[in-house]
Protein backbone atom coordinates (compact mmCIF):
# COMPACT_ATOMS: atom_id res chain seq x y z
CA UNK A 1 0.00 0.00 0.00
CA UNK A 2 1.33 3.63 -0.86
CA UNK A 3 2.32 5.13 2.17
CA UNK A 4 3.05 9.24 2.56
CA UNK A 5 6.15 10.51 1.18
CA UNK A 6 8.23 12.08 4.11
CA UNK A 7 9.11 15.78 3.62
CA UNK A 8 13.01 16.00 3.76
CA UNK A 9 13.47 19.70 4.28
CA UNK A 10 11.42 23.36 3.42
CA UNK A 11 14.16 25.02 2.54
CA UNK A 12 13.43 28.89 1.65
CA UNK A 13 14.52 30.89 -1.29
CA UNK A 14 17.91 31.59 -1.21
CA UNK A 15 18.97 34.99 0.11
CA UNK A 16 20.87 36.34 -2.78
CA UNK A 17 19.61 36.51 -6.40
CA UNK A 18 22.60 36.71 -9.13
CA UNK A 19 22.22 37.62 -12.69
CA UNK A 20 22.30 35.82 -15.66
CA UNK A 21 23.77 38.10 -18.53
CA UNK A 22 21.61 40.96 -18.04
CA UNK A 23 18.57 39.40 -18.60
CA UNK A 24 17.71 36.60 -15.49
CA UNK A 25 17.73 37.47 -12.43
CA UNK A 26 17.49 34.46 -10.29
CA UNK A 27 17.61 32.28 -7.24
CA UNK A 28 19.95 29.82 -7.85
CA UNK A 29 18.19 27.23 -5.35
CA UNK A 30 21.29 24.47 -5.82
CA UNK A 31 23.91 23.71 -6.31
CA UNK A 32 25.05 26.91 -4.54
CA UNK A 33 22.37 28.04 -3.03
CA UNK A 34 21.61 24.53 -0.94
CA UNK A 35 23.71 21.30 -1.70
CA UNK A 36 21.62 19.02 -2.66
CA UNK A 37 22.52 18.14 -6.34
CA UNK A 38 23.70 14.62 -5.35
CA UNK A 39 20.89 13.55 -3.47
CA UNK A 40 18.47 15.27 -6.40
CA UNK A 41 19.77 13.34 -9.49
CA UNK A 42 18.71 13.64 -11.87
CA UNK A 43 18.41 17.24 -11.56
CA UNK A 44 21.82 19.58 -11.92
CA UNK A 45 21.00 23.60 -11.23
CA UNK A 46 17.75 25.01 -10.48
CA UNK A 47 17.18 28.99 -11.31
CA UNK A 48 14.08 30.47 -10.46
CA UNK A 49 13.89 33.73 -11.28
CA UNK A 50 10.65 35.27 -9.67
CA UNK A 51 8.19 37.91 -10.75
CA UNK A 52 10.23 40.91 -11.91
CA UNK A 53 10.14 43.97 -14.65
CA UNK A 54 13.15 44.91 -15.76
CA UNK A 55 11.62 47.83 -17.74
CA UNK A 56 12.07 48.84 -21.48
CA UNK A 57 15.15 48.04 -23.13
CA UNK A 58 15.84 49.27 -27.00
CA UNK A 59 18.18 46.16 -26.70
CA UNK A 60 17.04 43.20 -25.60
CA UNK A 61 18.49 41.66 -22.28
CA UNK A 62 20.06 38.19 -22.10
CA UNK A 63 22.89 35.76 -21.82
CA UNK A 64 24.97 36.33 -25.46
CA UNK A 65 26.13 33.01 -27.38
CA UNK A 66 27.62 29.84 -24.88
CA UNK A 67 28.29 26.07 -25.09
CA UNK A 68 26.55 23.28 -22.99
CA UNK A 69 27.13 19.64 -23.52
CA UNK A 70 26.42 16.75 -21.51
CA UNK A 71 23.02 17.31 -19.99
CA UNK A 72 19.64 19.17 -20.75
CA UNK A 73 18.23 22.06 -20.30
CA UNK A 74 14.75 22.89 -19.75
CA UNK A 75 13.01 26.31 -19.50
CA UNK A 76 10.09 27.14 -18.26
CA UNK A 77 8.22 30.97 -18.85
CA UNK A 78 5.73 31.86 -16.60
CA UNK A 79 5.63 35.81 -17.48
CA UNK A 80 7.14 37.55 -20.47
CA UNK A 81 9.15 36.30 -23.81
CA UNK A 82 12.06 34.27 -24.14
CA UNK A 83 14.01 34.02 -27.23
CA UNK A 84 16.66 31.54 -28.13
CA UNK A 85 18.94 30.84 -31.23
CA UNK A 86 21.08 27.92 -31.80
CA UNK A 87 23.97 26.61 -33.48
CA UNK A 88 22.14 24.27 -35.32
CA UNK A 89 20.25 27.00 -36.98
CA UNK A 90 17.44 26.62 -34.62
CA UNK A 91 15.77 29.68 -33.19
CA UNK A 92 12.35 29.85 -31.19
CA UNK A 93 10.24 31.94 -28.71
CA UNK A 94 9.24 30.41 -25.53
CA UNK A 95 5.69 32.20 -24.67
CA UNK A 96 4.14 31.77 -21.01
CA UNK A 97 3.41 28.49 -20.32
CA UNK A 98 5.43 26.79 -22.47
CA UNK A 99 8.86 24.34 -22.18
CA UNK A 100 11.55 24.46 -24.06
CA UNK A 101 13.52 21.25 -23.35
CA UNK A 102 16.64 21.33 -25.01
CA UNK A 103 18.86 18.65 -25.11
CA UNK A 104 22.71 19.44 -25.17
CA UNK A 105 24.25 16.17 -25.75
CA UNK A 106 27.50 16.37 -27.40
CA UNK A 107 27.71 19.88 -27.91
CA UNK A 108 25.51 22.84 -28.62
CA UNK A 109 25.90 26.89 -28.46
CA UNK A 110 23.38 29.38 -27.81
CA UNK A 111 21.91 32.34 -26.91
CA UNK A 112 19.08 33.46 -25.03
CA UNK A 113 17.52 36.77 -24.31
CA UNK A 114 14.42 38.73 -23.74
CA UNK A 115 12.26 39.07 -26.85
CA UNK A 116 12.47 41.89 -29.09
CA UNK A 117 8.86 43.09 -28.60
CA UNK A 118 8.66 42.75 -25.21
CA UNK A 119 11.97 44.03 -24.10
CA UNK A 120 10.60 47.40 -25.48
CA UNK A 121 7.58 47.62 -23.37
CA UNK A 122 8.85 45.48 -20.82
CA UNK A 123 6.77 43.64 -18.42
CA UNK A 124 6.27 41.13 -15.66
CA UNK A 125 9.25 38.41 -16.62
CA UNK A 126 8.95 35.37 -14.62
CA UNK A 127 11.06 32.18 -15.76
CA UNK A 128 12.83 28.87 -13.94
CA UNK A 129 15.40 26.93 -15.73
CA UNK A 130 16.57 23.59 -14.84
CA UNK A 131 19.09 21.44 -15.55
CA UNK A 132 18.51 17.86 -16.17
CA UNK A 133 21.71 15.08 -16.32
CA UNK A 134 22.18 12.77 -18.92
CA UNK A 135 23.75 9.41 -18.01
CA UNK A 136 26.58 8.03 -19.79
CA UNK A 137 25.45 6.62 -22.50
CA UNK A 138 23.33 9.91 -23.70
CA UNK A 139 25.81 12.48 -23.30
CA UNK A 140 27.02 12.37 -27.01
CA UNK A 141 23.69 12.37 -28.68
CA UNK A 142 23.00 15.10 -31.30
CA UNK A 143 21.73 18.28 -29.77
CA UNK A 144 18.18 19.58 -30.09
CA UNK A 145 15.34 20.30 -28.38
CA UNK A 146 11.64 19.83 -27.89
CA UNK A 147 9.67 23.26 -28.40
CA UNK A 148 6.63 22.24 -26.01
CA UNK A 149 3.53 24.96 -26.36
CA UNK A 150 1.59 25.39 -23.58
CA UNK A 151 -2.04 23.43 -25.33
CA UNK A 152 0.61 20.76 -25.59
CA UNK A 153 0.62 19.81 -22.12
CA UNK A 154 -0.92 17.12 -20.82
CA UNK A 155 -4.33 18.64 -18.32
CA UNK A 156 -5.05 16.72 -15.38
CA UNK A 157 -8.09 19.00 -14.00
CA UNK A 158 -9.25 18.64 -10.47
CA UNK A 159 -12.84 18.38 -9.76
CA UNK A 160 -14.97 21.62 -9.05
CA UNK A 161 -12.53 23.90 -11.25
CA UNK A 162 -10.41 24.07 -8.18
CA UNK A 163 -7.96 24.59 -10.81
CA UNK A 164 -5.12 22.27 -13.14
CA UNK A 165 -1.94 20.18 -13.22
CA UNK A 166 -0.24 20.75 -16.44
CA UNK A 167 2.07 17.84 -17.31
CA UNK A 168 5.03 18.49 -18.89
CA UNK A 169 6.97 15.11 -18.50
CA UNK A 170 6.03 11.95 -17.03
CA UNK A 171 2.56 11.56 -15.56
CA UNK A 172 0.28 12.12 -13.43
CA UNK A 173 -3.19 9.56 -12.00
CA UNK A 174 -2.79 8.65 -15.63
CA UNK A 175 -2.24 11.96 -17.60
CA UNK A 176 0.78 11.99 -19.25
CA UNK A 177 2.97 14.85 -20.60
CA UNK A 178 4.69 15.47 -24.14
CA UNK A 179 8.51 15.86 -23.64
CA UNK A 180 10.46 13.43 -24.30
CA UNK A 181 12.98 12.44 -21.43
CA UNK A 182 16.30 10.46 -21.51
CA UNK A 183 15.24 9.08 -17.93
CA UNK A 184 12.19 8.78 -16.14
CA UNK A 185 10.99 12.43 -14.99
CA UNK A 186 8.31 14.21 -14.04
CA UNK A 187 8.03 17.83 -13.84
CA UNK A 188 4.16 19.10 -13.66
CA UNK A 189 3.33 22.94 -13.48
CA UNK A 190 0.90 23.33 -10.93
CA UNK A 191 -2.13 26.13 -10.80
CA UNK A 192 -4.16 25.72 -8.27
CA UNK A 193 -6.90 27.74 -6.93
CA UNK A 194 -7.64 28.56 -2.61
CA UNK A 195 -8.75 25.11 -1.00
CA UNK A 196 -7.77 23.57 -3.55
CA UNK A 197 -6.75 19.59 -2.59
CA UNK A 198 -4.76 17.58 -5.06
CA UNK A 199 -3.16 13.59 -4.25
CA UNK A 200 -0.62 11.72 -7.06
CA UNK A 201 2.15 9.21 -6.38
CA UNK A 202 5.54 9.05 -7.70
CA UNK A 203 7.76 5.75 -7.39
CA UNK A 204 9.71 5.54 -4.00
CA UNK A 205 13.28 5.50 -5.61
CA UNK A 206 12.41 9.03 -7.56
CA UNK A 207 13.86 12.23 -6.16
CA UNK A 208 11.76 14.79 -5.90
CA UNK A 209 10.92 18.25 -4.73
CA UNK A 210 8.03 21.19 -5.02
CA UNK A 211 8.57 24.63 -5.55
CA UNK A 212 6.04 27.47 -4.94
CA UNK A 213 6.70 29.77 -7.71
CA UNK A 214 3.47 31.51 -6.34
CA UNK A 215 1.61 31.05 -3.60
CA UNK A 216 1.33 29.14 0.12
CA UNK A 217 -0.32 25.44 0.90
CA UNK A 218 0.30 22.31 2.80
CA UNK A 219 2.43 19.04 1.66
CA UNK A 220 2.31 15.64 3.02
CA UNK A 221 1.91 17.86 6.66
CA UNK A 222 4.30 20.51 5.77
CA UNK A 223 3.42 24.42 5.59
CA UNK A 224 5.03 26.13 2.14
CA UNK A 225 4.96 29.66 1.30
CA UNK A 226 6.03 31.56 -1.87
CA UNK A 227 9.24 30.45 -3.09
CA UNK A 228 9.60 27.40 -0.52
CA UNK A 229 11.43 24.42 -2.18
CA UNK A 230 10.08 21.65 -0.39
CA UNK A 231 12.31 18.63 -0.76
CA UNK A 232 10.96 14.76 -0.08
CA UNK A 233 13.47 12.07 1.42
CA UNK A 234 12.65 8.64 -0.73
CA UNK A 235 10.47 6.60 1.65
CA UNK A 236 6.82 6.88 0.56
CA UNK A 237 5.06 7.35 -2.91
CA UNK A 238 2.12 9.76 -2.05
CA UNK A 239 1.89 13.27 -2.23
CA UNK A 240 -1.08 14.80 -0.74
CA UNK A 241 -1.15 19.31 -0.88
CA UNK A 242 -3.82 21.46 -0.21
CA UNK A 243 -3.29 24.80 -1.37
CA UNK A 244 -4.11 27.84 1.18
CA UNK A 245 -4.00 30.48 -1.73
CA UNK A 246 -4.44 30.49 -5.65
CA UNK A 247 -0.80 28.37 -6.44
CA UNK A 248 1.58 28.33 -8.94
CA UNK A 249 3.59 25.21 -8.61
CA UNK A 250 6.48 22.94 -9.98
CA UNK A 251 7.06 19.61 -8.76
CA UNK A 252 9.68 17.72 -9.88
CA UNK A 253 11.05 14.04 -9.88
CA UNK A 254 12.80 11.58 -11.44
CA UNK A 255 14.83 8.44 -11.18
CA UNK A 256 18.34 8.90 -9.42
CA UNK A 257 21.53 8.62 -11.94
CA UNK A 258 23.93 6.79 -10.17
CA UNK A 259 26.98 7.57 -11.98
CA UNK A 260 29.97 10.62 -10.84
CA UNK A 261 29.52 14.40 -11.96
CA UNK A 262 32.49 16.17 -13.53
CA UNK A 263 31.69 20.09 -14.12
CA UNK A 264 33.24 22.60 -15.83
CA UNK A 265 31.10 25.89 -16.14
CA UNK A 266 28.55 24.50 -18.56
CA UNK A 267 30.20 21.32 -19.65
CA UNK A 268 28.51 18.26 -17.36
CA UNK A 269 30.63 15.29 -17.90
CA UNK A 270 31.35 11.93 -16.10
CA UNK A 271 35.00 12.46 -15.72
CA UNK A 272 37.83 15.30 -15.56
CA UNK A 273 39.29 13.50 -18.92
CA UNK A 274 35.98 13.92 -20.81
CA UNK A 275 36.07 17.39 -19.50
CA UNK A 276 38.92 18.19 -21.15
CA UNK A 277 38.08 16.69 -24.27
CA UNK A 278 35.15 18.77 -23.97
CA UNK A 279 36.73 22.03 -23.83
CA UNK A 280 38.98 21.24 -27.00
CA UNK A 281 36.21 20.29 -28.41
CA UNK A 282 34.33 23.64 -27.86
CA UNK A 283 37.64 25.82 -28.24
CA UNK A 284 38.35 23.59 -31.93
CA UNK A 285 35.04 24.89 -32.86
CA UNK A 286 33.09 21.81 -33.15
CA UNK A 287 29.72 23.01 -31.27
CA UNK A 288 29.37 24.97 -34.62
CA UNK A 289 29.16 28.79 -35.30
CA UNK A 290 26.44 31.04 -33.75
CA UNK A 291 26.81 34.95 -34.13
MN1 LIG B 1 22.19 28.36 -21.84
Known amino acids: MASLKKVRQVLPRPARFNMVGDGFRVYNYFPNGYPIREQFSPFLMLDFNPEHDFGPSARPRGVDVHPHKGFETVTIAYKG ?70 GDMGVYKLPGEKGEVRVIAGE ?65 ETLQLKAKSECTLLFLAGEPIHEPIAQYGPFVMNSMQEIHKAIEEFNSGKFGHLD
Open 81 to 150: HVAHHDSTGNSGVIHPGDVQWMTAGDGILHKEYHETEFSKTGGPFEMVQLWVNLPAKFKSVPAGYQSIQS
Open 172 to 236: MNGVKGPAKTHTPIYVYDMRLNSGAEVNWHVPELFNSALLSIEGEGEVNGSHFKPHDFVFFTNEG
